[in-house]
């Protein structure tokens, strides 16, 4: 039963504006995904970070998203028994589980979450933003489809910054082979201007999930940033960037979160409106999927909110001023990839959560390290340390996997949280009579 | 008198501190854990209770230094004479629950001389009971499962011989009873037993120390008050105490650490089922730490399975090591290869104490990782949990910090096994205080 002041009515119904027009977005998606042998739409798989959605839709291609599929069978609970299953055909304990449960999930029918079969791609797009398990990836998808492939290369931004020859190099590989070979696999024309009315969508529904994420400024933060994040990041990270589905999404949410700084009220969560608000925190590191609503419940339980991520970040750093542009469409695609966190330094990433411990005001850091995933864990040891001596703030590190279930380990995971949460108080309460 | 306690309640043992209002530790308890954390929770607190009851008789004599040869020998017998007392009390116990047991088809033709047999065991261990607690006793374990075990186990074979009973029909009696009697502490006041130990001390030796008498039913008669109580380790969720009774086992294990060594900025604790390196600020705040994560090797039971593996006690590991010369080198941390190990190099003829000092090894270098990981070795260094009672774990440690970090003291108190459990009862003693002076507790 729903409380029902009518302050909670208003939120409640209000809330649920944008978590029904999310479901529907989702269920439409993945309706045309599978039906797109039926009504002869042509399907790319392609990677959230450098996803090129409003390209793409240029070409009429159904954007598939394999990371989607498997955070969407790790939340079904299903990635376990697709894991293993990839681990039966030889792939290794260590290998990222996203490639596992995706692999594990072809072999099994590859069932989309509809229940209705996922059609093959007839291209996969390969835009590397700094995780080399996505050539992998695409190389087993390539053997499987006997599809092509277009590779992308987006430079690594090693020294900080995105220079001119980057941008060039990047929009020479979209002139001569990404969108010349993008038009010969759908049979479509290229047309720079249908690309300019995509972006300029693009950047509408960027402001809004900015103030969104920015909300978590907010002493009593309306938002979670990293829980109630990976729901708000979904249609601008996926299939919908570009499309008035995500402006009317981030409308909706934007009401949402305005209602709530009014009524002074935190984050939704599973279990209602969130109590009060005992700390701050900045998360690093992707999220379990598993475990989500008991991962979740960990925090909201203790009264932790996490008010900035750098996961929400993966599918681009618009809180840094970053928006499509219109006028410069290659140029601005190639400043996206550049962008994005995964294809940030190490240096770039504790620049990042510096900010946002000082901006958030934030108790501290906590890193989710995950397992399987290299790309992000490598250095996380050490960029905790930095961040540490640079804030001033506690900071701790617990270790989950993204859709393994075997690598979560709640006893763990909570025995972590806790000690850091009675931390946070410790050193907040001063030298003396402490906790 | 006020009291606070902490109670760590580890996967292996359970622990009991109580302290005073001077932040004094006046008891101490422990037991094994079983599975049952209720039960250790109240066995470990009545033993401190009975430490603290030592405690106050000293206090009652003056100042430890001061006390004489003569009352220290008195107390000492007092101890002796009051855990026998106890013994004897669970023996009781064990017993009539042995003699419920014999009952069904299988005791259908031999229940009556189980019976008798069980009478002449127990009687048996009766007599034997006051040379166990005699003063030049050792005693391998205090747990009375451990004490009342072996000798039951032992007396019960020869009784079974010389009465043509099976052997297992007395074993099947016991493997039922002593679980439920291990799960009953010993019921009985106090108060009254340490009179009976009393009468008995006084008895033995004939002396009519009426003085030391008064000072002991003085410090009888000081009531325990338990003012605020906390309980941490991995146990606490499922005690009924609210939050504000619970830490978290490696804030109390910083805050435990920095009591027994005030300069103490790093810890190792080495426990059943995880090693944490932690991090604490010169007031004992912890600043930083980390675990082990997914795999318990290298903690405590990785021992208990290795000992399991050799037939051995979990205590006549470490000693044996020591008299290796040559450790072997054994990489494998993961606990069952390290059984396949040991097996394996066992059959190629390698010293056992080689191999018990390469296993030792392999402990200390993966808690080397997890403090590297946590942010190194600060001076000073203090080693607390069970594995810090190890002496060749120890020599390793020494060995391995010194090759790390050169020069570092490190601090291993003999209680060690008691930290969490002293950071609880000051984090009760703080929590108290702060609700007296109208802080948040």
Request: glycine share 8%; charged share 25%; proline share 4%.
């Amino acid at each position: 039963m729903r409380v029902t002041t009518s302050t909670a009515q208003t939120t409640d119904v209000i809330k649920d504006a944008s978590m029904i027009k999310q479901k529907q977005m989702m269920a439409a998606h993945y309706d045309r995904l599978t039906s797109a042998r039926e009504n002869g739409d042509k399907v790319v798989s392609t990677f959230v970070p450098g996803n090129l959605n409003e390209l793409l839709m240029c070409f009429d291609l159904v954007n598939n998203l394999p990371e989607v599929n498997a955070i969407q069978n790790g939340l079904r609970r299903k990635s376990g028994a697709f894991v293993m299953e990839a681990e039966r055909a030889g792939h290794s304990e260590d290998v990222c589980t996203y490639v596992k449960s995706d692999i594990g999930m072809m072999a099994k029918g590859n069932i989309g979450p509809n229940g209705k079969e996922l059609p093959a791609p007839d291209v996969l797009m390969l835009s590397y933003t700094g995780c080399f398990t996505f050539l992998k990836w695409f190389e087993l998808l390539r053997e499987q489809y006997k599809c092509e492939t277009i590779f992308l290369q987006t430079p690594y931004m090693a020294d900080g910054k995105i220079t001119p020859n980057m941008i060039q190099y990047m929009v020479k590989q979209f002139k001569e082979d990404v969108i010349p070979k993008l038009e010969r696999i759908s049979g479509v024309k290229f047309d720079i201007d249908r690309l300019r009315e995509y972006l300029r969508k693009s950047a509408k529904a960027e402001d809004d999930l900015v103030y969104i994420l920015q909300s978590g400024k907010h002493v009593r933060s309306p938002i979670d940033a990293y829980f109630g994040g990976i729901y708000y990041i979904g249609p601008i990270f996926g299939a919908f960037r570009g499309t008035d589905d995500a402006i009317e999404y981030y409308q909706f949410l934007k009401n949402e979160v305005d209602q709530r700084i009014a009524a002074g009220l935190g984050p939704v969560t599973p279990d209602g409106p969130m109590g009060e608000e005992k700390y701050r925190l900045v998360v690093e590191g992707p999220p379990n999927y598993t475990n989500f609503r008991q991962f979740w419940k960990m925090f909201y339980d203790e009264g932790a909110t996490v008010v900035a991520s750098s996961y929400t970040k993966v599918g681009g750093t618009y809180d840094y001023g970053f928006r499509h542009d219109p006028d410069r469409p290659l140029e601005t695609l190639a400043e996206y990839c550049l962008g994005v966190y995964t294809n940030r330094s190490l240096p770039m990433r504790i620049d990042m959560l510096v900010d946002y411990i000082n901006e958030y005001q934030a108790d501290g850091l906590l890193i989710n390290s995950i397992k399987s995933c290299n790309s992000f864990s490598a250095g996380q040891l050490l960029m905790m340390r930095e961040v540490e001596k640079r804030t001033g703030k506690p900071a701790a590190f617990i270790e989950t996997d993204l859709v393994d279930p075997r690598y979560f380990s709640a006893a763990n995971v909570k025995n972590r949280l806790e000690s850091y949460f009675q931390m946070i108080e410790q050193k907040r309460s001063g030298k003396g009579v402490a906790a | 008198m006020k009291t606070f306690v902490g109670i760590d309640l580890g996967s292996t043992t359970t622990k009991a501190v109580l302290m005073d209002e001077n932040e004094k530790v006046i008891g101490r308890g422990i037991t094994n854990s079983r599975s049952n954390y209720d039960t250790a929770c109240r066995v470990a607190g009545q033993e401190a209770a009975i430490d603290a009851r030592f405690t106050l008789f000293r206090r009652e004599f003056g100042d430890a230094e001061k006390i004489s040869d003569q009352v220290d020998g008195f107390l000492k017998g007092l101890e002796r004479a009051f855990r026998l007392e106890q013994f004897l009390e669970q023996v009781d116990d064990l017993e009539k629950t042995c003699i419920e047991q014999v009952k069904g088809e299988r005791f259908s033709k031999l229940g009556d001389g189980v019976k008798l047999a069980l009478a002449e065991v127990f009687n048996l261990l009766r007599k034997e009971a006051p040379a166990m607690y005699g003063p030049d006793a050792t005693r391998k374990s205090d747990f009375f499962r451990d004490i009342a075990g072996s000798r039951y186990l032992a007396l019960a074979e020869e009784v079974a011989r010389e009465e043509k009973i099976p052997y297992d029909l007395l074993l099947n009696v016991y493997d039922k009873s002593i679980i439920a009697v291990e799960n009953r502490p010993p019921k009985g006041e106090l108060g009254d037993k340490f009179r009976a130990a009393l009468k008995r001390v006084t008895e033995v030796s004939g002396s009519s120390a009426s003085d030391l008498q008064q000072s002991v039913e003085r410090a009888l008669d000081i009531e325990l008050e338990e003012t605020f109580l906390v309980g941490t380790g991995y146990g606490r969720v499922t005690l009924p105490f609210s939050k504000e009774h619970i830490r978290s086992e490696i804030l109390c294990h910083g805050l435990g650490a920095h009591m027994m060594y005030p300069k103490t900025r790093t810890v190792l604790d080495i426990g059943g089922q995880d090693t944490k390196g932690i991090q604490v600020d010169p007031t004992g705040i912890v600043e930083n730490f980390q675990m082990n994560d997914r795999c318990a090797a290298g903690c405590g039971r990785y021992l208990g399975y290795i000992a399991d593996e050799m037939n051995m006690g979990l205590h006549e590991l470490g000693p044996l090591a020591m008299k290796s010369e040559k450790p072997a080198r054994i990489n494998s941390t993961c606990t069952v290869f390290a059984g396949a190990e040991l097996r394996d190099r066992l059959a190629l003829g390698e010293a056992r104490e080689d191999i018990l000092a390469g296993l030792h090894r392999a402990i200390i270098l993966r808690a080397m990782s997890i403090i590297s990981r946590s942010g190194g070795i600060a001076d000073e260094f203090t080693f607390t949990g069970g594995v810090a009672k190890n002496d060749a774990a120890v020599r390793e440690l020494k060995k391995l910090v010194f090759e790390n970090y050169g020069e570092v003291t490190i601090n291993i108190d003999p209680d060690s096994i008691y930290t969490g459990a002293l950071g609880g009862a000051e984090f009760a003693r703080r929590a108290a205080q702060g609700r007296m002076e109208g802080m948040d507790a």
